[in-house]
């Protein structure tokens, strides 16, 4: 009776406990979707940054025209006039996404606006990605290590900073899909299910659709098979759980338009299919000892080693063929920059000159993941308490990542989870040896023998539950039930409890003495306990700072805190919008290729470059054409079709991510492709200079005259309040272009190409009659005129 009353008990438990993790799973979406909404409440329900505006005009096109339409969709008004074919270079998976939730939403007689739904889109699935890191934890190391895991991962900054409502960039469903992929995996592994590794394949082909990042899933699984073969863990889940993944997800990532035959021929999945091939013969080796006399078995191995080898070999001669044919050697240029961190500077200043692509400061690992940098250390300490397949891929997940957001600052988003995953696990191993401290201290503990609650016993149902799993592996080989332990704690069968109402009566002091010396102090304990609700308050107000504060701002409309109050500016919806009713429709206009997604889809114009940055010819073109000369630039735009032109200018409020700050990367970048372009000639003594020092070629180039012109008018003085200093040429006359529109800060300007003047054949006689007289006056001995002056 005693025993049926303990196993009621433990059920109740048990179903208490589903409920109650349910509920907090709840409260953790909540919160991770409330606490992303500052920016919607702060300013107001707009998209946010620059690659989002692309995407929702891409959204916009799905809902309305139907997927058919979207994938044959050849867009005319980006890169003109070459145009860009939409279906083919763009990952559909947010896209596809959120015209999936419009599409349901209108469908319940929900009337939500496409914009509204992409503004919420971020937020949504930062919920549904800490759901799937609850899930992953679990399986990992058990129900509590999952809630804290995904509490952490809701509030992270580093996550924040990129599913914000607004934020509608592929990361807000990509890393949902990284998380969710790395479940399935691991639940495949400790369950050996086929239905779970063909979940694991579609989730896999829902990361390829989202994002480019999904390479990192490609190679990180392979290394952690590698490592599982390598360390003698090689089982028939280990195969269940990779084999299809490469089959069946490489058949669906090349359905892929934008990836297409590059899932098998690009550098990048090679790794996947060396680690394939060296999989089948390990399995091939623990078939044949199965099946052959270990003398058999040794002129087997020999055989199959060496066929193996010969194929290896054979598949690495085939690879090193396709590689040596690349330029890049199979690798893309994103890829190069990670394993080499030198590469784009030396070889690619495209990539170099995005901001997000540049390694990251020490600072802005506490910035964006905060105390979780302390906890990380102990979280790999207790994966190997004990090692099992799964927590060693938590530890090389964590390993590979921080490398990899060491390279490149917008790879801290990959690690915000890792991160969360083993800050979790640390801090539920630190609360479980607190607690456990605690309660075995309490008045009433020296009944602890004959209690179920107490240290022994926590013994005996260790003790019977490895009995129970070696004679559940006896019985049955699939070892299908084996990471149902903890629930096999809870609810025993009627065979164990006589097992374990027998351990109990012969239950010895030793094992009792060896679990109390795990034991804290009681007093060391509870401040264990206060230290760590201390950490954890630190970190919920960093994060809400971070989040209400840091990353809700939009890029398209700033703001500044001064002694007046709060000052708005909004120079860059006050450019689109004359754009779009003072310019006609066919009109292009040419600017950096930061602004070609918000002018396509804010002011509805035709870009010569956008954020796209497929064609580096077309950029460095707008590049030289900013680096030359007033006369040689209306050259270059007129052969374009240009007819306005756009610099962001932030001099006289103090933006400091003006175009004259970018400047040195246009020149770089055209220097690259037309060598007459050469940077130290806008350099003083290798400085970059805009004031009276600056260089003949910098101070006449179209990029200064563009940005400075009329700029003596505002204070008298010219005074730049980014570089902080008075410009070097005050005043001078635009001869080749129109000033036509300067916002109300002089954030963003907008001149127009001047029409090309007729030839007049007397006037023309004339003025090249009085240039003859001028030159015959002069002294013979003299310098030809410098035409950047």
């Known amino acids: 009776m005693a025993a049926l009353e303990d196993a009621k008990a433990s059920s109740l438990r048990f179903a208490f406990g589903n409920v109650l993790s349910a509920f907090i799973l709840l409260l953790i979406g909540v919160l991770a979707f409330s606490i992303r909404l500052f920016s919607v409440i702060k300013y107001e329900s707009v998209i946010h940054e620059f690659d989002p505006y692309f995407n929702y005009r891409v959204t916009q096109f799905l809902t309305k025209n139907g997927i058919y339409d979207f994938w044959n969709w050849f867009d005319d008004r980006t890169w003109y006039p070459l145009g860009r074919v939409i279906g083919g270079t763009v990952y559909p998976g947010l896209t596809l996404t959120a015209g999936t939730m419009w599409w349901i939403l209108n469908s319940l007689n929900i009337p939500l606006s496409v914009?509204?739904?992409?503004?919420?889109?971020?937020?949504?699935?930062s919920a549904i990605a800490a759901w799937a890191t609850f899930l992953l934890t679990k399986e990992v190391k058990g129900t509590g290590a999952g809630l804290t895991a995904a509490l952490l991962l809701a509030m992270v900054p580093s996550y924040i900073s990129r599913s914000v409502a607004g934020s509608y960039d592929n990361e807000a469903v990509a890393i949902f899909a990284l998380i969710f992929t790395f479940y399935l995996y691991i639940k495949t592994l400790n369950t050996g299910s086929l239905f779970y590794a063909t979940l694991n394949a579609l989730a896999y082909f829902y990361m390829?659709?989202?994002?480019?990042?999904?390479?990192?899933?490609?190679?990180?699984?392979?290394?952690?098979?590698?490592?599982?073969?390598?360390?003698?863990?090689?089982?028939?889940?280990?195969?269940?759980?990779?084999?299809?993944?490469?089959?069946?997800?490489?058949?669906?990532?090349?359905?892929?338009?934008?990836?297409?035959?590059?899932?098998?021929?690009?550098?990048?999945?090679?790794?996947?299919?060396?680690?394939?091939?060296?999989?089948?013969?390990?399995?091939?080796?623990?078939?044949?000892?199965?099946?052959?006399?270990?003398?058999?078995?040794?002129?087997?191995?020999?055989?199959?080693?060496?066929?193996?080898?010969?194929?290896?070999?054979?598949?690495?001669?085939?690879?090193?063929?396709?590689?040596?044919?690349?330029?890049?050697?199979?690798?893309?240029?994103?890829?190069?920059?990670?394993?080499?961190?030198?590469?784009?500077?030396?070889?690619?200043?495209?990539?170099?000159?995005?901001?997000?692509?540049?390694?990251?400061?020490?600072?802005?690992?506490?910035?964006?993941?905060?105390?979780?940098?302390?906890?990380?250390?102990?979280?790999?300490?207790?994966?190997?308490l004990p090692l099992s397949d799964a927590s060693s891929f938590v530890v090389l997940y964590i390993a590979t990542s921080v490398y990899f957001s060491g390279v490149m600052v917008r790879l801290m988003l990959v690690l915000a989870p890792a991160a969360c995953i083993t800050s979790g696990i640390a801090l539920s191993a630190a609360f479980d040896v607190f607690t456990r401290s605690i309660k075995f201290q309490l008045p009433g503990s020296s009944q602890i023998d004959a209690g179920d609650s107490g240290t022994g016993a926590v013994v005996i149902q260790n003790e019977t539950t490895?009995?129970?799993?070696?004679?559940?592996?006896?019985?049955?080989?699939?070892?299908?039930?084996?990471?149902?332990?903890?629930?096999?704690?809870?609810?025993?069968?009627?065979?164990?409890?006589?097992?374990?109402?027998?351990?109990?009566?012969?239950?010895?002091?030793?094992?009792?003495?060896?679990?109390?010396?795990?034991?804290?102090?009681?007093?060391?304990?509870?401040?264990?306990?206060?230290?760590?609700?201390?950490?954890?308050?630190?970190?919920?107000?960093?994060?809400?700072?971070?989040?209400?504060?840091?990353?809700?701002?939009?890029?398209?409309?700033?703001?500044?805190?001064?002694?007046?109050?709060?000052?708005?500016?909004?120079?860059?919806?006050?450019?689109?919008?004359?754009?779009?009713?003072?310019?006609?429709?066919?009109?292009?206009?040419?600017?950096?290729?930061?602004?070609?997604?918000?002018?396509?889809?804010?002011?509805?114009?035709?870009?010569?470059?956008?954020?796209?940055?497929?064609?580096?010819?077309?950029i460095a073109t707008v590049g030289t054409a900013m680096s030359s000369p007033e006369k040689a630039a209306w050259e270059i735009f007129n052969s374009l079709d240009v007819k306005y032109v756009l610099v962001v200018f932030g001099g006289l409020i103090g933006y400091p991510s003006d175009d004259i700050n970018k400047f040195l990367w246009m020149v770089r970048i055209g220097g690259g492709v037309f060598p007459h372009i050469k940077e130290p000639d806008y350099l003083r003594d290798g400085q970059y200079r805009i004031d009276s020092q600056a260089t003949p070629t910098m101070l006449n180039c179209l990029m200064y005259k563009l940005s400075y012109y009329r700029f003596v008018e505002t204070d008298g003085k010219a005074f730049d309040r980014v570089r902080r200093t008075?410009?070097?040429?005050?005043?001078?006359?635009?001869?080749?272009?129109?000033?036509?529109?300067?916002?109300?800060?002089?954030?963003?300007?907008?001149?127009?190409?001047?029409?090309?003047?007729?030839?007049?054949?007397?006037?023309?006689?004339?003025?090249?009659?009085?240039?003859?007289?001028?030159?015959?006056?002069?002294?013979?001995?003299?310098?030809r005129k410098n035409p950047w002056h």
């Open 115 to 125: 914009e509204t739904v992409c503004v919420f889109t971020a937020p949504v699935f």
């Open 466 to 618: 490895t009995e129970k799993k070696e004679d559940f592996v006896k019985e049955r080989t699939s070892r299908k039930n084996e990471k149902h332990e903890d629930l096999s704690k809870e609810r025993p069968s009627k065979k164990n409890r006589k097992k374990e109402k027998e351990n109990v009566e012969k239950i010895s002091v030793k094992p009792q003495e060896e679990k109390r010396l795990l034991v804290l102090p009681l007093e060391a304990s509870v401040i264990g306990i206060f230290l760590l609700v201390l950490l954890g308050a630190f970190y919920v107000v960093h994060c809400v700072w971070a989040a209400a504060e840091a990353y809700s701002a939009p890029s398209i409309v700033l703001t500044s805190q001064s002694n007046d109050g709060l000052h708005v500016f909004d120079d860059f919806r006050e450019a689109y919008a004359w754009l779009s009713h003072n310019t006609e429709l066919d009109d292009k206009v040419a600017s950096w290729w930061d602004y070609g997604y918000q002018t396509t889809a804010m002011a509805n114009r035709t870009v010569i470059v956008d954020n796209n940055t497929w064609n580096n010819t077309h």
């Open 208 to 384: 390829v659709c989202s994002w480019g990042g999904y390479t990192f899933i490609i190679n990180l699984i392979p290394m952690h098979v590698l490592l599982c073969i390598v360390t003698g863990r090689y089982s028939s889940r280990l195969y269940i759980a990779y084999a299809p993944l490469v089959v069946l997800g490489t058949l669906l990532a090349a359905l892929v338009p934008v990836v297409g035959f590059n899932a098998v021929m690009t550098s990048e999945h090679f790794a996947s299919f060396l680690v394939f091939i060296i999989l089948h013969v390990v399995a091939l080796v623990h078939y044949i000892k199965g099946i052959l006399s270990p003398k058999m078995f040794k002129v087997a191995v020999t055989l199959v080693v060496s066929i193996g080898l010969v194929v290896c070999c054979a598949v690495v001669a085939v690879l090193v063929a396709l590689i040596a044919s690349s330029p890049t050697m199979g690798w893309s240029g994103r890829s190069l920059s990670l394993l080499d961190p030198t590469y784009a500077s030396k070889y690619i200043p495209i990539i170099a000159s995005v901001s997000e692509h540049q390694p990251p400061t020490w600072p802005s690992y506490f910035m964006d993941i905060n105390v979780l940098a302390f906890l990380v250390p102990a979280g790999i300490i207790a994966c190997f």
């Open 726 to 783: 008075e410009i070097g040429k005050k005043y001078f006359k635009l001869t080749h272009f129109d000033e036509v529109f300067t916002t109300h800060h002089w954030m963003v300007r907008i001149y127009k190409l001047k029409p090309q003047k007729n030839r007049i054949r007397g006037k023309a006689k004339k003025s090249k009659a009085k240039a003859s007289s001028t030159t015959s006056s002069k002294k013979t001995g003299s310098k």
